[in-house]
């Protein structure tokens, strides 16, 4: 086809591409009570931002010793995990001590996956080193901070010590599988998360399932997206004759320990959207293969009225751990690697959906975050989900 001819969609997934930092935008202009203490949470302040909230006790703040690491998405801030911090600390006052990430924000978004996660580690190790108080660590993340929290983790991630023999030594039980930057993991949990990337298969919604338009997007995603469009359509394979990041992350890889990291945490959750996200698709959130998306119900839980849908997968040969083998780069081959590696692992899977709610509902990628607490506030029981089902 000529150029003309693929103008107008060429233009119509720019256009929608460009969209997606617009709540962003409004979120900022909502924030003129940051700062300000709240009934029982306080927060301090950085050059870059507001990015610690914890209790307003001093008592609880000494207790706290579970780290909870928030990671915001593509083109976002410090802004995005308001709600879901404060909500955090005012329910678990004396256990937690939330810290908002603040190294990868607006366009930083831009600059890969594992630029964001290597900045990320960086962060993180120098907020443990600061506050030795801390014993455990958690990591909340909403889509495209989910795959910068994965890389962060195989960064930070510490080998359980051993003896001479290689058996773990007693003061070392409660790290039997490793610590991340010294801590203790307990929670790594996802929100609306493209883990298999966003690459063909309907994996982005608003293209429609479309191969023509899925086509166009992979290949000007890095006009507009830069590295990390290459990374979340895995295009990213071209330069240096290593496969695809999202590839890489799905194995131990040089000194990144991708899996162990993940194996490490306590527990894994994935949260994703059954529809009307049109960022990032169910099975690319959710981690699964077509055939494994569950029927689903609008639910009757009262205190939960989004979630539709709750399972627990158990890991998948959990305890190999090998190289996974390529006989050939298709997509669905690329896919079925993904899903694979990260089964090895096991996982909570939780499935949202606002189908019954407002217009709002068009926006359940920033709804099942509370992006925006006077805009997305029906996201709230999916956060109260999270808090309730959190393992401190």
Request: glycine share 6%; hydrophobic share 40%; net charge negative.
């Amino acid at each position: 086809m000529c150029f003309r001819c693929n103008l107008p969609i060429l233009i119509s997934v720019i256009v929608v591409i460009i969209s997606i930092p617009i709540s962003n935008r409004i979120t900022k202009c909502s924030l003129s009570n940051l700062g300000k203490m709240e009934t029982g949470v306080s927060s301090s302040k950085s050059i870059d931002g507001e990015e610690d909230v914890f209790s307003s006790k001093q008592s609880d703040v000494s207790s706290a010793d579970h780290l909870v690491v928030m990671v915001h998405g593509i083109m976002g801030s410090t802004a995005n995990w308001k709600f879901a911090a404060e909500q955090f600390v005012r329910m678990l006052p004396d256990k937690v001590y939330v810290h908002r990430s603040e190294k990868n924000m607006a366009m930083l978004t831009l600059d890969g996956v594992d630029v964001m996660g290597e900045r990320l580690a960086e962060e993180v190790f120098e907020l443990i080193k600061q506050k030795p108080n801390l014993r455990k660590i958690s990591f909340v993340a909403h889509s495209l901070g989910g795959l910068a929290a994965r890389y962060a983790i195989g960064k930070l991630y510490k080998p359980p010590k051993t003896d001479s023999e290689g058996n773990l030594l007693a003061d070392a039980a409660e790290e039997s599988k490793g610590t991340i930057g010294g801590l203790v993991p307990i929670n790594f949990i996802t929100v609306a998360t493209p883990h298999l990337g966003s690459r063909g298969n309907n994996q982005v919604p608003f293209l429609f399932g479309v191969t023509a338009l899925e086509k166009v997007a992979a290949g000007v995603s890095h006009l507009i997206f830069k590295r990390t469009g290459r990374h979340l359509f895995l295009t990213d394979d071209d330069n240096d004759g290593k496969p695809p990041l999202l590839k890489r992350m799905v194995e131990d890889h040089e000194d990144c320990y991708f899996m162990s990291g993940l194996r490490s945490f306590k527990r894994r959750v994935a949260y994703s959207n059954v529809g009307y996200d049109h960022i990032v698709g169910w099975r690319t959130a959710s981690i699964r293969r077509a055939v494994e998306l569950p029927k689903w119900e609008d639910s009757v839980n009262k205190k939960y009225p989004h979630v539709v849908h709750e399972e627990f997968i158990k890991a998948c040969d959990a305890g190999r751990d090998y190289p996974i083998p390529v006989e050939d780069d298709s997509l669905e081959n690329v896919e079925e690697e993904l899903v694979t590696g990260l089964s090895r692992v096991s996982w909570e899977k939780v499935d949202v959906s606002f189908h019954s709610s407002s217009i709002l509902r068009f926006a359940a990628h920033s709804v099942i975050q509370v992006k925006d607490e006077n805009i997305h506030s029906e996201g709230a029981d999916v956060i109260q989900h999270i808090i309730d089902h959190f393992h401190v």
